[in-house]
């Protein structure tokens, strides 16, 4: 659905350029960046797991990947924010060491990461259950070791099912905003994330302001969407067996 | 031939240990716990407290409206997911890229901007404005912009569901069944819905979790009114800022208890053929359906 | 490279996949492990490989004990059904990868160089960069071979390496294994269900059935003196005929006398195979001990006619009665046993 652009150039850069803006696009940038670098590495870790591994409670845990998907945000923005708050059942233990959760841009990289957790899990793991395990075992009879298996012949397969997944997890997290406003604190400049903006602009009645940023969003997740489908074609091409 | 285990990395003990132990304690804190906390919170005022939370008139009436949402916008989104992905699995024509990359969208954007994008067309100002506002037809603000709303952003839901199944289930039985003299209709209803019954039935159950849990898009579209135009997840942020967290997490136990629902439905449709497709049951599917239609 | 195994068993869940299996391979034999699905033929080579490990018995590579150096340490070459070529590397750098994974590594300018020359003993000059899916099955499987033969094994060992082909590739990848091997001379294993493959390329054949080795043996033995009914089934088509035997001799269908020494008296079945057997026509001579019976259907082959005959009894018969035989359905004769093997079931 496209908006009809009811500014003029000049207009629309003013605000889209505008300190507090920016310093809502570094937030949400930031944050997501970070969120998605976690998921790359535990998710990738929790679906070699669960792939791979049996132990008792992986069919539970299979499932629970699936919450956040599941989860209504406000619901998960909630618990999150409690259990992070300083008295919270997590910040209580982190405070003390001078880690703050609630209210800080962690917590929103904790939000962010909570939510986009299924996407990157759930793309690596059809490819690792298709991995043909001939691959390391010839690997291995051809006098490499665990190392240097996986990096040289492993993850070159699953590189571009873990780069689809990390573009749909940072989209994700781009424009979460459920999850995120409750931990967040929502202070402008500080904690205060892109999406949080738009609608503020939209509870002033300045749709034109909101028209803009939220364009601005919208834009992002083209870009993005663009380079998931481009990963999954050149993924596609290496998986011929033939 | 017995199938010999094969030899694969990671398979030794300690790296083996670590990870999975890891892996879980990790998992543990980041997805069980805000389940726990949501329950402990619920109740951390007694029973009778819980129950007087969700039976006071606000909660029932967003309860209200976000059953009603759900009942108008889950079966549309039912039968367009059906129509779509029978259209882009069995058929080629012009568009039909364009179509998937449609179905994805609602996906990977913001709701935010999605609430923005409805608010532009329906709103007082936007496109339909005039239109909607000489018909005396109110949509932003009330009950059928929420509808919309939640309709947009979980429409890909059911469609995603199905079309990897069904392309991988492929066009053999109705091609086989029409050559037989079933009429379309008779194969889709007879062939087609019943290969895909049960990650259909999960795609519903997943698109109504999530029609009930949308907060981004109906905040922007509903205006907030306590008591008319809050749905269950607006009412929950409402209670929460009120500092009534006892009250919000009493809401918010309701909707945790319908998504660890849709959980348990996938777990138990997924042993039949629904959500994603492993490997042991790519040819599963195809082979039950074919021992059904009448030859 | 010799290598012996001994008495080696291994146990799936409750199925005795190897069940007590010792043989002796001599440096630069080229022997082939024959069998059925489910023979353990596959079983047998990957505990050689060390991809799988036997729950007693002993595997020596010369004379020391191999049996639980994993993989990795072995120094075998192995060379997988499908192949198993890393999708995402070029054929030249598939080659070069067990030289680039050693520890003790080569110059990466003599890595390249002997990639190169693997490619051209494998006639695959020029390929090297291209990705093995733009290759051919038969292209694909020789890149195995060369992968595997990078790394100066000890040991070829090789699992049904042209399965996955057309028949015609087949036969002209078995011819061109044979001359690799006589260039090369590296003791070799490998695993077929094919018995023709393995008569054409082995110097000597291992037949399995369900974990036991049937018989050992070079190709000729195991043709003309089948140790068992089994392998003398699972090798060319075969017929039965009831025989009775008496002090070393039995008689075949009631009529036929054929040797068989070792054989306890009684009830026993006659094996024959359709080129064993003679078509006489009704007033031909047979010395009293052809076995009457009438031509069923005539089916004809590129090189010979083959009839199909019921007896009077009721067995049903093949023979190969050469291109010429001018016989037709119906025709009434008797069938000659010119040679047969006995065997108690």
């Known amino acids: ?242 | 031939m017995a199938l010999d285990p094969t030899v694969r990395i990671g398979d030794g003990a300690l790296v083996r240990r670590l990870l999975i132990g890891a892996v879980v304690a990790v998992s543990v804190l980041v997805v069980v716990m805000p389940i726990a906390v949501v329950v402990v919170r619920a109740f951390s005022a007694g029973v009778g407290a819980y129950l007087a939370n969700l039976a006071h008139p606000d909660t029932l009436h967003a309860i209200g409206l976000t059953v009603v949402t759900a009942l108008v916008a889950v079966p549309v989104n039912t039968a367009f997911g059906i129509a779509a992905a029978w259209a882009i699995t069995k058929f080629t024509f012009p568009g039909r890229k364009l179509l998937l990359v449609v179905i994805e969208l609602p996906f990977s954007i913001s709701p935010i901007v999605a609430g923005v994008a409805l608010l532009f067309v329906y709103g007082l100002q936007g496109l339909l404005g005039p239109f909607l506002r000489d018909h005396d037809i109110a949509i932003m603000f009330a009950l059928p912009g929420i509808i919309l709303a939640s309709m947009f952003v979980t429409a890909p839901f059911v469609a995603r569901e199905l079309i990897p199944l069904m392309q991988s289930q492929g066009t053999d039985l109705e091609e086989a069944a029409t050559s037989l003299g079933a009429s379309g209709l008779r194969t889709f209803l007879t062939v087609t819905l019943p290969g895909v019954r049960w990650a259909l039935l999960y795609g519903i159950v997943l698109c109504n979790a999530r029609v009930m849990g949308e907060f981004g898009a109906v905040s922007v579209v509903s205006g907030n009114i306590r008591g008319q135009t809050n749905t269950l997840p607006l009412h929950i942020e409402l209670l929460y800022q009120d500092y009534n967290a006892v009250g919000a997490f009493a809401a918010a136990s309701v909707l945790t208890l319908i998504a660890l629902f849709t959980l348990i439905a996938k777990v138990a449709l997924e042993g039949r053929g629904a959500g994603r497709v492993p490997r042991a049951a790519k040819t599963a599917p195809a082979a039950a359906p074919a021992g059904e239609p009448a030859a | 490279m010799k290598i012996r195994l001994d008495a080696v068993s291994k146990t799936f869940d409750t199925t005795r996949a190897v069940n007590g299996v010792s043989l002796e391979v001599a440096s630069g034999e080229l022997v082939a492990l024959l069998g059925p699905s489910g023979s353990g033929k596959t079983t047998l080579l990957r505990m050689v490989a060390g991809l799988a490990f036997p729950d007693a018995g002993r595997i020596l590579f010369g004379d020391v004990d191999a049996t639980d150096i994993p993989i990795r340490d072995r120094r075998v070459g192995f060379v997988f059904q499908h192949y198993a070529l890393f999708p995402h590397m070029r054929v030249a750098d598939n080659i070069a990868f067990g030289m680039r994974a050693a520890r003790d590594k080569r110059p990466e300018a003599e890595i390249v160089r002997r990639a190169e020359e693997l490619l051209a003993l494998m006639q695959l000059d020029g390929l090297g960069g291209r990705f093995p899916a733009q290759l051919s099955g038969g292209q694909r499987q020789r890149v195995a071979l060369a992968r595997a033969l990078a790394v100066d094994p000890r040991v070829l060992l090789l699992d049904e390496p042209f399965g996955a082909l057309d028949a015609n590739v087949r036969r002209e990848l078995r011819r061109w294994l044979r001359e690799v091997h006589e260039r090369l001379g590296i003791t070799t294993l490998f695993v077929t269900h094919d018995q023709e493959e393995a008569l054409d390329l082995a110097d000597r054949v291992v037949i399995l059935d369900r974990g036991r080795i049937e018989q050992v043996g070079a190709p000729r033995e195991v043709c003309r003196d089948p140790a068992s009914a089994f392998v003398m089934t699972f090798l060319g088509d075969t017929h039965r005929l009831p025989a009775t035997v008496t002090g070393g001799v039995a008689l075949v269908a009631g009529r036929a006398r054929q040797p068989a020494a070792g054989v306890a008296d009684g009830p026993a079945t006659a094996f024959v195979r359709p080129g064993d057997l003679a078509w006489r026509g009704a007033g031909a001579a047979d010395g009293g001990e052809g076995v009457p019976a009438r031509i069923v259907r005539v089916l004809d082959r590129p090189g010979t006619r083959r009839l199909v005959v019921r007896t009077d009894d009721g067995d049903e018969l093949e023979i190969d009665a050469g291109p010429d035989a001018e016989v037709a359905a119906g025709d009434v004769g008797t069938v000659g046993i010119v040679r047969a093997r006995i065997f108690r079931l």
């Open chain 1, 1 to 242: 659905m496209f908006k009809a652009a009811s500014l003029g150039f000049e207009d629309y850069w003013r605000i889209v350029s505008a300190p507090r803006a920016v310093a809502s696009y570094r937030v949400t940038v930031v944050a997501a960046a970070v969120a998605t670098a976690f998921n790359i590495v535990f998710g990738f870790a929790l679906a070699w797991v669960l792939v791979r591994y049996e132990f008792p409670g992986r069919k539970l845990i299979d499932a629970l990947v699936d919450l956040p998907f599941a989860l209504p945000t406000a619901v998960a923005g909630i618990a999150l924010t409690t259990l992070f708050a300083d008295n919270g059942w997590y910040g209580a233990v982190l405070a003390p060491l001078g880690i703050h959760v609630a209210f800080t841009p962690l917590g929103i990289m904790v939000a962010m990461a909570f939510t986009s957790l299924p996407f990157i899990v759930r793309t690596v793991q059809p490819v690792l259950e298709d991995l043909d395990p001939a691959l390391e075992e010839a690997a291995l009879s051809l006098g490499a070791g665990e190392p240097r298996t996986f990096a040289k012949v492993l993850l070159p397969l699953l590189a571009p099912a873990l780069l689809a997944g990390s573009s749909l997890a940072f989209a994700r997290s781009l424009g979460e905003f459920g999850a995120v406003i409750f931990i967040a604190g929502n202070q402008p400049y500080e904690t205060e994330i892109t999406a949080l903006l738009a609608f503020i602009r939209l509870e002033e009645f300045d749709y034109e302001a909101a028209a803009a940023i939220a364009s601005v969003i919208l834009i992002a997740a083209f870009a993005m969407l663009a380079v998931t489908n481009a990963l999954q074609a050149r993924g596609l091409r290496y998986l011929d067996k033939g």
